[in-house]
């Protein structure tokens, strides 16, 4: 069912969703959204499962031709949606309707926003996920990011009349330096222990030749004890390899499934959200923390998106009109 | 090779098996020995594996399975592989080998001072064990190729290989499942898809199998293309005897 049409795709647009599991052992890398926690609340806000097809919308966003009546929510990079030109708000769901564009202000904070919309965006299916994973051509619309012309079509159809707000005080602010947390290893035995302290203790920034795939660092240089490359074992998303110039590289969703570079530290899971919001320029301190602590990070995050749930604030959309001009109002449903 | 295998954090979501620190035919049978056993009971909450030369990446979903639990499984079923061991098989890939199909085939013979047929005899003399895939989708890392015909890579990569050519740098052999740049020598190619994302399987190989390269006329190339095409062609795979 056609619902978009791509009048502009904007920077670097792609339909992802939690990502392609089962078959790394294949080669395949996991591809999904890069910020899993924007991602899963843009889908809650719209009313789907958690794992529905979004657009993951970088730095630049598309402008849409609306081909019919649906509900939409922008979460992630803070990149106001206006319809018709008139702004909407972040965090939120509304309706937008047939004959109408969606645009998007420039990115005020953050790098990447997920444009859910009512009953999931189509895709094609590669290996169980619609992710898109441009190296390898495969998912999304045709295996790359969005074209000017694309028409882009629901999964389902379903009739969205509930317009939601995720209460302000879960909403997550991005700044331009964050605190990454680390677990040590899989072979932080390759550094002595100066060297580590050097890495957590230096700021790194991110540089331009970041994607998707992974980000590199500038900073101090991390030196192995004697060697940098290890017999090519697998990797994990997060993962932080420090090849021979010592420049840490932080592996992401669309990493390669192995490789032979020692990984001084593991970004955890969680973090990983707070990375995907990082521009070039941006910049990261690392702090080591143990897998137990990660652990009960994860299970504080699961609990936050339940209260997410539990405290949507109910919102309305109304055309008034007022001599002639039609406006469109949101009201606020205050319990 | 360790006496214990190594566990290490990857993370909060996944561990590394590690059972050495070497390349070796033992190493890897270990490895994929726990793989198979792992894969056989269907754990919930482990979301992927990846075996390689010597080590496992165990992906896991911490909500699911607790660390402690994993720990103990990755044990239990590392001692229970010895009885049931991970059975190899051969699969045969067809090449076309040297003109078009593999541009580089004079130079490895005038390389090693060989006709290029001599050069063919040896590519196809032997299996070749698939210790484990990455890189690409479907990218085979490949072992026990001839230090005979071991020749360096191109000095000036190819921007564009076509899927399916069939290559050698220094002592290892593969093929490139997907069309991408790369320096390695290419001596032939195959019609069979290494990699099809519309497949039921769209990955051909897997590791711990062996393949055995077959030569193939180029009238035998285009037919077979064409079945594959038509998905008519299957490969030919059968058990492996040592």
Redesign the interface.
């Known amino acids: 069912m056609e619902c978009f049409k791509v009048i502009n795709p904007g920077l670097f647009t792609s339909v992802q969703d939690m990502g392609r599991?089962?078959?790394?052992?294949?080669?395949?890398p996991v591809s999904g959204a890069m910020d899993e926690f924007a991602f899963r609340v843009a889908n809650i806000l719209v009313g789907n499962v958690e794992n529905a097809p979004v657009l993951e919308i970088t730095l630049m966003g598309p402008s849409l031709e609306v081909l019919q009546d649906t509900a939409v929510a922008i979460t992630g990079a803070w990149i106001n949606p206006l319809v018709n030109g008139v702004e909407r708000p972040c965090w939120s769901s509304f309706p937008v309707r047939k004959g109408e564009t969606l645009s998007f202000a420039p990115v005020k904070t953050g790098c990447r926003a997920y444009m859910a919309v009512s009953g999931g965006f189509d895709g094609d299916v590669?290996?169980g996920s619609v992710s898109t994973y441009t190296?390898?051509s495969?998912g999304g619309i045709k295996g790359r990011r969005l074209e000017k012309g694309d028409v882009l079509s629901l999964k389902r159809h379903t009739l969205f009349t509930h317009f939601f707000k995720v209460n302000e005080k879960y909403i997550p602010h991005y700044s331009a330096e964050e605190e990454i947390r680390?677990?040590?290893?899989?072979?932080h035995d390759y550094f002595s222990r100066e060297v580590i302290e050097l890495f957590l203790n230096s700021t790194y920034t991110i540089t331009k030749d970041s994607d998707r795939m992974g980000y590199r660092l500038d900073g101090p240089a991390i030196k192995a004890k004697e060697k940098h490359d290890i017999?090519?074992?697998?990797?994990?998303p997060?993962?932080v390899q420090i090849p021979g110039n010592g420049k840490p590289i932080i592996m992401l969703k669309d990493a390669?499934?192995?490789g032979g570079y020692a990984?001084i530290a593991?970004?955890?899971?969680i973090d990983l959200s707070k990375l995907a919001q990082l521009k070039p320029g941006d910049r990261i301190k690392f702090r080591a923390i143990s897998?137990e602590e990660?652990?009960q990070l994860?299970?504080e995050k699961?609990e936050v998106l339940n209260k997410i749930k539990e405290t949507l604030v109910p919102s309305r959309y109304f055309d008034v009109t007022v001599n002639g001009r039609v406006f469109n109002v949101n009201i606020d449903i205050l319990k | 090779m360790y006496k214990i295998p190594r566990i290490?954090?990857?993370?909060?979501?996944?561990v590394?098996v590690?059972y050495g620190?070497?390349?070796s035919e033992e190493c890897n049978k270990r490895v994929l020995n726990l793989?198979s056993a792992l894969k056989r009971q269907d754990v919930t909450g482990i979301?992927?594996?990846?075996?390689?030369?010597?080590?496992?990446?165990i992906?896991y979903e911490?909500?699911k399975l607790t660390?402690d639990d994993l720990t103990a499984l990755i044990a239990k079923s590392d001692m229970s592989t010895s009885v049931e061991e991970f059975k190899p098989k051969v699969i045969e890939i067809p090449v076309a080998y040297g003109g078009d199909f593999g541009p580089d085939l004079e130079f490895v013979a005038e390389y090693h001072n060989m006709t290029p047929e001599e050069v063919i005899k040896i590519h196809t003399g032997s299996a070749y064990r698939i210790y484990?895939?990455?890189?690409?989708?479907?990218?085979a890392?490949l072992g026990g190729m001839s230090e005979k015909i071991a020749t360096p890579r191109l000095e000036k990569p190819r921007t564009e290989i076509p899927a399916g050519s069939v290559g050698i740098a220094g002592s290892q052999t593969g093929i490139y499942?997907?069309t991408s740049p790369g320096g390695w020598r290419l001596i032939g190619k195959t019609p069979v898809k290494l990699y099809d994302?519309?497949r039921e399987k769209?990955?051909l190989?897997?590791?711990g199998n062996y393949i055995k390269f077959v030569r193939i006329t180029p009238d035998e190339f285009h037919e077979i293309e064409q079945q594959v095409n038509r998905n008519a062609y299957e490969v030919k795979t059968y058990n492996y005897d040592g």
């Not at chain 1, 593991?266 to 899971?269: A, D, F, K, R, Y």
């Not at chain 2, 992927?48 to 080590?55: E, K, Q, V």
């Not at chain 2, 484990?132 to 990218?139: D, E, K, P, V, Y």
Request: aromatic share 8%; glycine share 10%; charged share 15%.
């Open positions: 599991f089962g078959y790394e052992s294949q080669g395949v590669v290996m190296r390898g495969i680390i677990v040590p290893g899989p072979q017999i090519t074992d697998g990797i994990m997060g993962a390669q499934t192995t990984k593991t970004v955890i899971s897998v990660a652990h994860l299970k699961e | 290490l954090p990857a993370g909060d979501k996944a590394v590690e620190n070497e390349i793989y979301t992927s594996i990846i075996p390689t030369y010597r080590s496992l990446l992906k911490p909500l660390v484990m895939l990455g890189f690409t989708m479907g990218f890392y499942p997907v994302p519309h769209p990955i190989l897997e590791a």
